[in-house]
């Protein structure tokens, strides 16, 4: 069974554009959620899918956004890109909703960002 | 609201050697409480969680935690470890009801010194 994959691995971009990255979840998970990850933050919790319907949202600006298409896979944007936004953007993927017992996340590599 | 603190950044470990890496968490209601691996360049992956009974739980590559209500701690713990435990570990927890999100702690990082 294949694990989740995100695309692309390393992405740079300059303040101001925008960017998408892209995740596929396991084969038969519903649920995708995105993380930010900084050194010293940790993992800051951007947004949930589940069945294309966005089920939580964490603390970030709209600019970051996201969706999930019928077959589970999901992307994530961010617009107007600051030199902030640089950090590794972490997709997981679940067979259950959050919410259930026998949630447990499997994590993509991640897409590496960096913002000029 | 949860949150979580790992008060430790780093931790450098002889081999072969006991770890313990700390876990504080903050809720007003019942959690489950999680940790999870991250091997370089490589995406996170669970370890062990606490959703109910036994205080102690035994994970995977021979950690376990032990929940503690009263400390609100959850500290992970090898009796001996290997080069590669070299990692990154996490701490997270969530509320144990409804469709709420994990929150992860910032991170210890484990070396293991030869």
């Known amino acids: 069974k294949a694990g989740v994959t995100q695309t692309p691995r390393y992405l740079i971009k300059t303040r101001g554009q925008q960017v998408t990255l892209s995740c596929s979840p396991i084969s038969g998970h519903r649920s995708v959620s995105w993380y930010q990850q900084t050194p010293g933050q940790g993992l800051q919790f951007l947004f949930e899918y589940f069945s294309e319907t966005q089920r939580n949202k964490g603390n970030f600006p709209g600019r970051f956004s996201g969706r999930q298409f019928s077959n589970s896979r999901s992307e994530m944007n961010v617009s107007t890109l600051e030199l902030g936004d640089s950090a590794l953007y972490l997709c997981a993927s679940s067979s259950a909703g959050t919410g259930s017992t026998n949630e447990k996340l499997f994590f993509g590599s991640g897409t590496q960002l960096s913002v000029l | 609201a949860q949150s979580v603190t790992q008060l430790d950044s780093q931790v450098p470990v002889f081999e072969e050697a006991p770890v313990e890496l700390r876990c504080n968490y903050s809720?007003?209601?019942?959690?489950?409480l999680f940790w999870y691996v991250q091997y370089p360049n490589q995406g996170l992956q669970l370890l062990l969680k606490y959703l109910s009974g036994s205080t102690l739980v035994k994970g995977i590559n021979g950690f376990e935690a032990e929940f503690n209500k009263s400390q609100t701690s959850f500290h992970l713990r090898k009796p001996s470890v290997h080069i590669s435990d070299t990692a990154e570990y996490f701490c997270?927890?969530?509320?144990?009801?409804?469709?709420?999100?994990?929150?992860f702690g910032t991170g210890t990082r484990l070396t293991i010194i030869p």
């Open positions: 997270a927890v969530r509320h144990n009801f409804g469709n709420e999100k994990l929150t």
């Open positions: 809720s007003s209601v019942s959690v489950y």
